[in-house]
């Protein structure tokens, strides 16, 4: 069985508290990329992008390794684009949009040979029906969690589970950042069990 490097190119304690359950070692590196949208470019497209950017750029400096990349999106009804809010009033904004609307999260994943370049992507969809929230909800949960650098505005993995009124995916882990049923499926693709470590 392979025992390639793991490396995770996430600055994000979610993401490495997450990849810590497969039992496999691994170290963390944060990588520098710019997250703008690209003209046109669909939620999804984004995602995989986001992920498969942040592996490759950590390959230079990570010979020898399997990077994993991760990037998440939300994205409204309509279609629009939930990045990470960054302050309290884009945080605001995006919770009283979120509202009583079914919100659609989309996780890229990749994974990535340093030595032959290859790379494999996903994307993991999950669907959040938000509560109808009161401005004096959203201002609580939100100076409570402070969920400033959150795709959405919400930690999950905190009192964010009480924003919502029902949650539908295959991986609830990638609503947190990193979904761990597809990223199995890579690494055994690879010939990495976790099963079998």
Request: overall charge negative.
């Amino acid at each position: 069985m392979k025992s390639q490097p793991l490396l995770l190119a996430s600055s994000s304690p979610y993401r490495r508290e997450l990849l810590q359950r497969l039992g496999l070692p691994f170290t963390c590196a944060s990588p520098n990329i710019d997250e703008s949208i690209l003209p046109r470019e669909t939620a999804e497209a984004l995602a995989i992008r986001l992920a498969a950017q942040k592996a490759r750029a950590l390959a230079p400096s990570h010979p020898g390794h399997w990077i994993i990349g991760s990037d998440q999106v939300a994205c409204l009804p309509d279609g629009s684009i939930l990045n990470k809010p960054g302050n309290h009033e884009q945080a605001v904004r995006q919770l009283t949009r979120s509202s009583g609307q079914r919100v659609s999260f989309l996780t890229g994943l990749a994974l990535m040979d340093t030595d032959t370049g290859a790379i494999l992507t996903h994307c993991e969809p999950f669907q959040v029906q938000f509560r109808t929230l009161e401005t004096m909800e959203i201002e609580t949960y939100l100076r409570r969690e402070q969920p400033y650098d959150c795709a959405g505005s919400f930690k999950m993995e905190g009192l964010g589970i009480a924003l919502f009124e029902s949650l539908e995916g295959r991986d609830p882990n990638s609503l947190v950042g990193l979904p761990l049923i597809a990223l199995t499926d890579m690494l055994r693709a690879w010939g990495m069990n976790p099963l079998l470590r």
